[in-house]
């Protein structure tokens, strides 16, 4: 074991690749509900993962599904998957999505949630969905992009 796979607490020498990770999520009862997210997440890990802001893009730069929310929800779902495993996590680990909706109005959510359950199985992503927040904006950096998502993550 190298020096870099060990944190000092205190006086004890932890093995970090003996350190299970976990993220417990939780809605308390006391907190608005039911959501499509949990309002909590608990982490314990030393590892984060910040996953950029990904878009509805295929690899080759062509934006999936122009015009369609749930399509492009599901594309970005993937995207942020591919982007998680990269970095050996997962839907799984992340403790905190956030949601940028270019043109967004309430009434757009059944197809933004359409977008999501179409694919959580598939990419991993537990339902309800880790601590969440979809934020409305006017455009995004491009046109015909309709949601851009943000990931953390926590690892061992």
């Known amino acids: 074991m190298t020096s870099s796979d060990q944190v000092s607490k205190g006086y004890w020498l932890v093995d970090l690749q003996e350190m299970p990770v976990s993220v417990q999520l939780s809605s308390p009862p006391s907190l608005v509900g039911p959501t499509p997210y949990h309002h909590v997440a608990v982490a314990s890990g030393t590892r984060q993962v910040r996953i950029a802001g990904q878009t509805a893009a295929r690899a080759d730069g062509t934006l999936a599904a122009p015009g369609?929310?749930?399509?492009?929800?599901?594309?970005?779902?993937?995207?942020?998957?591919?982007?998680?495993?990269?970095?050996?996590?997962?839907?799984?680990?992340?403790?905190?999505?956030?949601?940028?909706?270019?043109?967004?109005?309430?009434?757009?959510?059944?197809?933004?949630?359409?977008?999501?359950?179409?694919?959580?199985?598939?990419?991993?992503?537990?339902?309800?969905?880790?601590?969440?927040?979809?934020?409305?904006?006017?455009?995004?950096?491009?046109?015909?992009?309709l949601v851009e998502l943000e990931a953390d993550a926590v690892l061992p």
Do not use: C, K
């Open 68 to 145: 369609d929310l749930a399509g492009q929800v599901a594309q970005v779902l993937r995207n942020t998957r591919t982007a998680l495993a990269s970095a050996g996590a997962g839907f799984g680990d992340v403790v905190r999505l956030t949601f940028y909706v270019a043109g967004w109005s309430a009434d757009q959510m059944e197809a933004f949630m359409s977008g999501v359950h179409a694919v959580a199985e598939e990419v991993g992503l537990p339902v309800p969905m880790p601590p969440a927040s979809l934020i409305g904006v006017a455009v995004l950096f491009e046109p015909g992009v």
